[in-house]
C-alpha cells in the first residue's frame, strides 16, 4: 500500500489538521532579534499519545503516524526545520485508534501496528509493513474476540524469539497478546490469547519490561492501580499480581530501568485518592517478583501534574529523567542510581514527546494548535525555552516586587498551605524561593504599613457565605506581616475580625492624606438563591505600625472597587472600576460620578502622550483604548482598537492587559495576554506604540499549555540583571502566573542575563536523638534554606568527618554511631552551589554512654530436691545486649552464661538441701551498662516421699474384701521405687498390692491395696460315711459274683470275709441314717474375728534407705 499524498485524493477528503497546516504553514520570521523569545515550530510532529514517530522514508527524520479518523493513517514526511512536511495517507477497512511504529518483521524498516474498530463488529489489531521509502504494504488484519475497542497497544518479544509481537488492551478488563509467527511468516500475528485483569481492577495504559531479571518480558497494565503480568518466556503470561502503586487521576506510567541495574522499573504519579500528585514514585523491579520502593520525590499539588515523559539527554546517555508536565514543565534529574532531584521548570505545558536533535541532544515538543513547539535541549536536562518556578501557589500571588532593594524583580504567593512564601528573582528570569512563613490567608496585598520603608504583607480570610441562601457562614480576618527587608517576615499577628463575609481584595494608597496607608475593602456577592448577603465598601485608616483604624462604612457599590489612581490631577487618589468613576475628597470620602464606557478595564496608563491617563478596556474578546481628560471623565469612543494578527487561533477570554516600554524608543507599549482556539494555551500580543497613540502588532508568542487562559496576575518588571535598573529600564520584562508557578519572558533586546549572585543559605542541623549508646546509630538531618539548594552537606564532628551526603529538596541525611562513649559537638557544612553561598550549622551536642540496662532473672522451679536440675533463665533488656550473664548465690558462683538476642540460660543442680537466694549478674558492653537482678529464692530439700491412703479406714462384713488407695508423693526430687508390704493382719484375712511397687519419678504415683477376709463355717460326718457305705456294699456284691472256681480256693475265707462286710455295712447304714442328728456335727470354723482391726502399711525404698508407714483400719462386723 502506497501512502497517498492527501491533495490527490479523489474523493477529495482532507484531514482537518492537515488542511489547517497547509493554510497556516508559514514560520514566523524576524528581521531582528524578537522582544520576547519564540519558541521553534515543527510543523511535522504534533505530540499525541495515540500518534506513532519513525522515520519511514529513509531520510533520517522523525515523521509521524496518526490516525485520522476516516478509515486511514495519515503520514507527515518530516523535511527539517523551517521546511513545510510531505503528507500522505494509508487506506483501511476500519478506523484506527492507537498506532505504534515498530520493525515487526525485522527488515530494519519501520513498520506500524495499529488497532482500529468498525460498528458493530470485534476490534481489530492491525498491522501495515514498511518499505522503508515511505510506502506501506497492504494492511493484515486481526480479531480480538469480545473486545469492542483496543484502546492501547505496544510491542514486545514475548516469547524471546527476536519478533516482535503485540500486547493490547481490551476495553479496560483484559489483556490480550499476539505474538508473531516469526521466522515463518514475519510481521503476521497469531490468535489473540486473553488474560483477565484481577478482581475489581481496571486498565488504561499498558506496558512492558523484565521486571524480575528473569531475562523474559513481563507485561504491566494499569490504572489507579498497576498489575504485572510475568512472562513464562514462551508468549504466555502468568496470572497478574498487583504492585502497591496508586496512581494520581488515572495518569499514565512509565516504565524503563531508571537505576540501571538491568531491570525494568515503574514511574508513576502517585497521590491521596481524588488528588493532585503529590510525588513522583518509582517502583524498583527485584529478582524476587516483589517490586522494592524507590525515589517519592514530593511534588507541589497546585501544580497538578498528569504526564510523565521520559527522556535521557542525549542519544548516548543511558540515563533517564523525566519531564513532568502539569500547569508547567518540570524536570526531575536521575542521578543514575535511581535518586531524583526537581530541576528546572518551563512555562509550557501541553502533551510532549522526547526526541533526539540533529545534534544528538534530545528536544521537548509539546502539542501547540496544528503544530509542535520546541524546547531545545542543551543535554545536560535543562533545555532553552520561558523559565518558570512553582511557588506553590494557592489563591493568590503578587509579582514584581523588590522585596530585598537588589533591583530585581521578587514574587510573593500564599501557598495551598496558607503559608506565606517569598521567592526572590535571581537575575536571570528564575526566582528561588527563600522563605515560607507559617500563616493563613487567601488574599494578600504588600506594601510598607509600618512606615519602616520594607515591604510588610497583609493577607485576608474572606469569610464564608452561604450560596444557596445567604446567610454568612464565617466572618473575614485580616493578618499582618512585616518585611525584614531581606525577603523574610515576621510571624503573623493577632488576626482581625472584620466582621463581614466575602471580603473582596482591598486597594491599598493613602487615601486620607496622612501619609500613611489605608485599606479600600469591598465585600459581598450574588448567590443563587434567597436574600442577598450584605455587601459595601470599608476604608480601614492605616495608623503606620501596621494596625488599622476601625472602619468607615463607605457608600460606594461594592463591585466598583478596580483601580486606585489619581484621575483628575489633584495629588488625591481615585478610584475607579465597575462603571464608577469615586474622585478622592483626600480624607477618605468619595464623590462618585458614572464612567460612561462599557466593559471591564484592565488597565491604566498614559497611553496618548498627553499626561493623562487613559484606560485600556476589555469588551468580550475585543479591546479599546479610551483617552482620559484629566478631570475623572473619559472619552466614550476609543482612540484605538487593536487588532490581533494571530495565525494559529482566534484570540479568547482576554485576561491580561500589561502597559509598559518593552522596545527601548521610550513610548508605552501594550502586552495583551489572551487564550487560543482550538487547543490550549496562551498567546501573548505585543502592540508597540509611538507615544501618541498609534500602536503597531509587533509580535505574537504562542506558548502551549494545558491552561486554556492566564491565571493569576501577569506584570512589566525587571528580571534580568544585566537591564537597566528602575526608570531607565525601557525594555521591560514580562511575567504572568500560571497554575501554582510564575513564567518569566526575558526581553532579549537587553544583554543576556548574567550569572545569578549567589544567595546567603543558611543551615540547620538535627539529629534522631540527642543521646545514644557506643555504637547506636544515629540519623543525622542537615536542612538547607536559600535559593533550590543543591549540592552536598558534610557532617563533622571534633575535626574529623563523619560523611558526606546529597542534598535532596533541600535535605540531607546521614546515618552514624560512635565508636566510644563522650560528648561530640557537630556540625552540617553546607558546599554552596551557583545559587547559594556556603554554610554551615551551629554545633549539635550529642551524648554518647552506655544506656541503662536492666537484668531479671527467673528460675524454672521455687523448689527442688537436692541434685535435681534446676534452668536459670536471665533477660537482659537495652540496646541490643550482648556479653554474659553470672549466676550466683550468696558469694559462691553458679555459673556463667552468654547473651542470646538478650536471653542468657544456665542448668543447674543443688548438692546440698537449703535455702538459697540466687541473682545474675550481666556483665554490660559497649552499649549497655551492667546491671544486676533482684534475688530469687530456690527451696532444695533431700530427696523423700510421702504415702497417704484413702480412704483411711472401711466397714465389710465377714468374707468382704476392703480396698483403698495408697497415693506415694516424691519430696524434694525423689525419683526411686517404693515396695508396699503389710503388717500382722487379722486371722482368715490377706492383703495384696496393684502394683506391688511405684515409681513416682513424674510425680505421684499410686497403688491400690485389697484386705480380703474370711467368713466362719461347720464341718459333717454324714458326709463322710457316704464313701465307705458304698465300698462294702460293693465289696459283698462282687464276692457273690466272683467265679465259682475262686469261690471254692477257699470257701471259708470266703464266708469270713463276708460275714465282715455285711456287719460293716450295716453299722455304717445304720450311723448314716442318723445324720439329721446335731449330735453328728463336727466344731465350727470362727473365720475373721469381728471388730476394729489397725493394719500397719510400709511403703518402703528398693534401696532399704528410706521407709514410711501409715495404718489403715478395717472394721468387720
Not at 394 to 407: I, P, R
Not at 777 to 798: E, H, I, K, N, R
Not at 846 to 873: E, W
Request: aromatic share 8%.
Amino acid at each position: 500500500m502506497t501512502a497517498t499524498p492527501w491533495c490527490k485524493t479523489p474523493s477529495g477528503a482532507r484531514s482537518l489538521l492537515a488542511f489547517l497546516i497547509t493554510l497556516l504553514l508559514t514560520v514566523p520570521t524576524f528581521s531582528q532579534t524578537p522582544i520576547f523569545p519564540v519558541l521553534p515550530y515543527d510543523f511535522a510532529l504534533f505530540p499525541s499519545s495515540s500518534y506513532a514517530y519513525a522515520d519511514f522514508n529513509g531520510d533520517g527524520q522523525v515523521d509521524q503516524a496518526a490516525p485520522n479518523g476516516i478509515n486511514a493513517i495519515g503520514i507527515s514526511f518530516n523535511n527539517g526545520a523551517n521546511h513545510s512536511p510531505t503528507f500522505g495517507t494509508i487506506q483501511l477497512a476500519c478506523q484506527p485508534q492507537f498506532v505504534v511504529a515498530a520493525d515487526l518483521n525485522n527488515d530494519s524498516k519501520s513498520d506500524l501496528a495499529f488497532s482500529c474498530q468498525t460498528p458493530n463488529q470485534p476490534a481489530y489489531v492491525g498491522v501495515v509493513l514498511g518499505n522503508g521509502d515511505g510506502t506501506f504494504q497492504a494492511a493484515s488484519y486481526y480479531a480480538v474476540p469480545g473486545a469492542a475497542s483496543v484502546p492501547q497497544l505496544i510491542t514486545v518479544d514475548l516469547n524471546g524469539d527476536g519478533y516482535l509481537d503485540v500486547a493490547v488492551l481490551t476495553g479496560s478488563s483484559q489483556v490480550g497478546v499476539l505474538l508473531n509467527q516469526g521466522s515463518s511468516k514475519p510481521g503476521s500475528l497469531l490468535t489473540a490469547s486473553l488474560y483477565a485483569a484481577p478482581t475489581g481492577v481496571s486498565f488504561l495504559y499498558i506496558g512492558a519490561g523484565d521486571f524480575n531479571g528473569d531475562g523474559k518480558q513481563d507485561i504491566v497494565a494499569g490504572n489507579t492501580q498497576i498489575a504485572v503480568y510475568y512472562g513464562k518466556g514462551d508468549g504466555t503470561l502468568n496470572t497478574p499480581q498487583l504492585t502497591t502503586a496508586t496512581i494520581s487521576g488515572s495518569q499514565p506510567f512509565v516504565t524503563g530501568d531508571f537505576n540501571r541495574d538491568g531491570l525494568a522499573d515503574i514511574a508513576f504519579l502517585g497521590s491521596p485518592a481524588q488528588s493532585p500528585a503529590t510525588s513522583l514514585q518509582i517502583l524498583l523491579g527485584d529478582p524476587s517478583g516483589k517490586f522494592t520502593t524507590g525515589i517519592n520525590l514530593a511534588l507541589d499539588p497546585s501544580v497538578n501534574y498528569t504526564t510523565i515523559v521520559p527522556f535521557q539527554n542525549t542519544i548516548t546517555s543511558n540515563v533517564t529523567n523525566f519531564a513532568l508536565i502539569g500547569n508547567v514543565t518540570s524536570i526531575a534529574l536521575n542521578d543514575g542510581n535511581g535518586n531524583l532531584s526537581l530541576g528546572e521548570s518551563y512555562g509550557v505545558s501541553t502533551f510532549a514527546i522526547a526526541q533526539a536533535g540533529s545534534n544528538g541532544n534530545t528536544n521537548l515538543y509539546f502539542q501547540s494548535n496544528v503544530e509542535s513547539v520546541a524546547l531545545i535541549g542543551n543535554g545536560n536536562g535543562t533545555f532553552q525555552g520561558p523559565p518558570a518556578t512553582v511557588l506553590g501557589g494557592g489563591s493568590s500571588t503578587t509579582l514584581g516586587l523588590d522585596l530585598n532593594a537588589d533591583g530585581v524583580a521578587d514574587a510573593l504567593s500564599i501557598d495551598t498551605a496558607g503559608n506565606l512564601v517569598a521567592a526572590l528573582g535571581r537575575g536571570n528570569g528564575r526566582f528561588s524561593v527563600t522563605s515560607r512563613t507559617p500563616g493563613t490567608g487567601q488574599l494578600l496585598v504588600t506594601g510598607d504599613f509600618n512606615g519602616d520603608g520594607k515591604l510588610d504583607a497583609l493577607t485576608i480570610i474572606p469569610g464564608n457565605v452561604n450560596n444557596q441562601g445567604g446567610e454568612i457562614l464565617s466572618t473575614a480576618s485580616l493578618y499582618f506581616y512585616a518585611g525584614n527587608g531581606d525577603g523574610t517576615f515576621q510571624p503573623n499577628t493577632t488576626p482581625v475580625n472584620l466582621t463581614i463575609s466575602a471580603a473582596g481584595t482591598p486597594l491599598v494608597g493613602d487615601f486620607n492624606g496622612d501619609n500613611k496607608l489605608d485599606l479600600i475593602l469591598p465585600y459581598g456577592t450574588n448567590v443563587v438563591e434567597g436574600p442577598q448577603p450584605p455587601n459595601g465598601v470599608f476604608f480601614f485608616a492605616g495608623n503606620g505600625d501596621g494596625t488599622f483604624a476601625a472602619p468607615v462604612s463607605l457608600p460606594l457599590p461594592y463591585n466598583t472597587i478596580g483601580f486606585a489612581v489619581d484621575l483628575n490631577n489633584d495629588h488625591k487618589l481615585d478610584i475607579i472600576g465597575g462603571g464608577t468613576v469615586s474622585l478622592g475628597n483626600g480624607d477618605g470620602t468619595f464623590t462618585q460620578q458614572p464612567l460612561g464606557i462599557t466593559g471591564t478595564i484592565l488597565a491604566m496608563g498614559d497611553l496618548n502622550g498627553d499626561g493623562k491617563l487613559d484606560l485600556v478596556v476589555g469588551n468580550n474578546n475585543d479591546l479599546g483604548l479610551y483617552a482620559g481628560n484629566g478631570d475623572g471623565t473619559f472619552q466614550t469612543t476609543p482612540f484605538y482598537t487593536p487588532q490581533f494578527s494571530t495565525s494559529y487561533s482566534s484570540a479568547s477570554g482576554i485576561a491580561q492587559v500589561s502597559i509598559g516600554d518593552v522596545n527601548a524608543d521610550g513610548h508605552p507599549d501594550l502586552l495583551v495576554q489572551y487564550g487560543f482556539f482550538p487547543t490550549p494555551g496562551f498567546e501573548f500580543a505585543v502592540f508597540t506604540g509611538d507615544g501618541t497613540g498609534n500602536f503597531a502588532n509587533n509580535l505574537t508568542v504562542s506558548l502551549p499549555s494545558r491552561l486554556s487562559a492566564a491565571t493569576g496576575i501577569s506584570t512589566f518588571a525587571r528580571v534580568n540583571n544585566q537591564a537597566p535598573v528602575g526608570s531607565s529600564d525601557h525594555t521591560l520584562d514580562y511575567l504572568f502566573g500560571t497554575g501554582g508557578a510564575v513564567v518569566s519572558l526575558v526581553n532579549q533586546l537587553n544583554p543576556a542575563p548574567s550569572a545569578p549572585v549567589a544567595l546567603s543559605s543558611k543551615t540547620v542541623l538535627a539529629a534522631s536523638a540527642n543521646s545514644a549508646a557506643p555504637g547506636q546509630q544515629l540519623t543525622l538531618t542537615a536542612t538547607v534554606t536559600g535559593g533550590t539548594p543543591t549540592g552536598t552537606v558534610s557532617f563533622v564532628a571534633g575535626g574529623k568527618t563523619l560523611g558526606t551526603a546529597p542534598l535532596t529538596n533541600g535535605t540531607a541525611t546521614l546515618a552514624v554511631s560512635f565508636p566510644a562513649a563522650g560528648s561530640f559537638a557537630v556540625i552540617a557544612n553546607y558546599s554552596g552551589d551557583s545559587n547559594n553561598t556556603p554554610s554551615s550549622s551551629n554545633p549539635l551536642s550529642l551524648a554518647i554512654a552506655p544506656v541503662a540496662s536492666k537484668t531479671t532473672l527467673t528460675i524454672s522451679s521455687a523448689s527442688a530436691g537436692t541434685n535435681q536440675q534446676l534452668t536459670f533463665t536471665a533477660t537482659v533488656s537495652g540496646l541490643n545486649p550482648t556479653g554474659t550473664v553470672t549466676f550466683a548465690s550468696a558469694t559462691a558462683t553458679l555459673g556463667t552464661a552468654s547473651l542470646t538476642n538478650g536471653v542468657a540460660t544456665l542448668p543447674f543442680t543443688f548438692t546440698t538441701a537449703g535455702s538459697y537466694a540466687v541473682t545474675a549478674s550481666y556483665a554490660g558492653d559497649l552499649d549497655n551498662s551492667s546491671s544486676t537482678s533482684a534475688a530469687v529464692t530456690v527451696a532444695i530439700a533431700t530427696p523423700d516421699y510421702s504415702i497417704t491412703a484413702s480412704p483411711s479406714s472401711a466397714t465389710i462384713s465377714p468374707g468382704q474384701s476392703a480396698t483403698t488407695t495408697l497415693t506415694v508423693t516424691p519430696v524434694g526430687g525423689y525419683s526411686g521405687t517404693v515396695k508396699f508390704s503389710c503388717g500382722t493382719l487379722p486371722s482368715g484375712a490377706t492383703c495384696t498390692f496393684a502394683p506391688a511397687s511405684v515409681t513416682p519419678t513424674s510425680g505421684a504415683a499410686t497403688s491400690v491395696l485389697t484386705i480380703t477376709t474370711t467368713a466362719p463355717s461347720t464341718a459333717r460326718l454324714r458326709d463322710r460315711s457316704i464313701p465307705l457305705q458304698g465300698i462294702a456294699w460293693a465289696s459283698i456284691l462282687l464276692l457273690t459274683l466272683s467265679p465259682r472256681k475262686l469261690r471254692r480256693l477257699n470257701r471259708r475265707f470266703a464266708r469270713a470275709t463276708l460275714l465282715t462286710l455285711l456287719l460293716a455295712a450295716g453299722l455304717i447304714s445304720f450311723s448314716g441314717c442318723s445324720s439329721s442328728s446335731p449330735s453328728n456335727n463336727t466344731p465350727t470354723n470362727p473365720g475373721t474375728p469381728a471388730g476394729a482391726q489397725t493394719i500397719t502399711l510400709t511403703a518402703a525404698d528398693s534401696s532399704g534407705s528410706l521407709s514410711h508407714a501409715i495404718n489403715f483400719q478395717v472394721t468387720v462386723q
